[in-house]
């Protein structure tokens, strides 16, 4: 049974350019979120999808979007990077109705 | 005032005790709460749900939900090294938004 997965792992980006992260969710669940984590706070809420739909959304610009596609997957876009945008990115899935949410890895990114 | 607020630690225990962590929330409709475990460097790990008032426990795990002081609790027994880590309390509030707390540091004393 295939946990969350997220890619890449790691990213170096420089000020003002754009990011693309991406995230498979557990079998079987059809909801996925979006987290920052900076270094020593829990992680901050950005949005979430479900049927590829963004139903809630966090304290974030609007520099920060996403996307869930057909089968599940979703992606976080970042533009205009800010120096302040270096973070661990955590995806969750979950499935509807079942409020448990589960981990992938994350991706580190660093601004420069 | 913080949503969901917990000590940040550290909370140091002896091998073999019992470790309390503790959060409050302030949101009155939220509905589900949930401890991670948070090893540095990695994701945070779902260790305990709990929905309902009163106590549920798993392992050497129990969550503790009181809804009309709005505080929830983890209690880990026969603490173990290995349980060093950031415990974060996390709640569900209705309206597909999860807030996370800061988490609490647990260190385990050999």
């Known amino acids: 049974d295939a946990g969350v997965t997220q890619s890449p792992t790691h990213l170096i980006k420089t000020r003002g350019q754009q990011v693309t992260l991406r995230c498979s969710p557990k079998?079987?669940?059809?909801?996925v979120s979006w987290y920052q984590q900076a270094l020593g706070q829990g992680p901050q809420f950005i949005f979430q999808?479900?049927?590829?739909?963004?139903?809630q959304r966090g304290n974030f610009p609007d520099r920060f979007s996403g996307h869930q596609f057909p089968n599940y997957s979703s992606e976080l876009n970042v533009n205009a990077l800010l120096l302040g945008d270096s973070a661990l990115y955590l995806c969750?899935?979950?499935?509807?109705?079942?409020?448990?949410?589960?981990f992938g890895p994350g991706t580190r990114l660093t601004v420069t | 005032q913080k949503e969901v607020e917990q000590n940040s630690g550290p909370l140091s225990v002896p091998e073999g005790a019992i470790a309390s962590l503790n959060c409050t929330y302030s949101?009155?409709?939220?509905?589900?709460f949930f401890w991670y475990r948070q090893y540095s460097g990695k994701s945070p790990e779902l260790i305990m749900s709990?929905?309902?008032?009163g106590d549920k426990e798993d392992g050497r795990f129990t969550a503790q939900l009181n809804k009309a002081s709005q505080y929830v609790s983890l209690l880990i027994r026969d603490s173990q090294p290995s349980d060093s880590a950031t415990y974060l309390c996390?709640?569900?509030?209705?309206?597909?938004?999860?807030?996370f707390g800061t988490g609490t540091r647990l260190k385990v004393l050999a």
């Open positions: 969750a899935s979950s499935l509807q109705g079942v409020w448990e949410q589960y």
């Open positions: 079998s079987g669940h059809d909801t």
């Open positions: 999808y479900y049927e590829e739909e963004e139903r």
């Open positions: 949101d009155r409709v939220s509905q589900s």
């Open positions: 709990i929905y309902s008032n």
């Open positions: 996390a709640v569900f509030s209705g309206t597909y938004k999860y807030i």
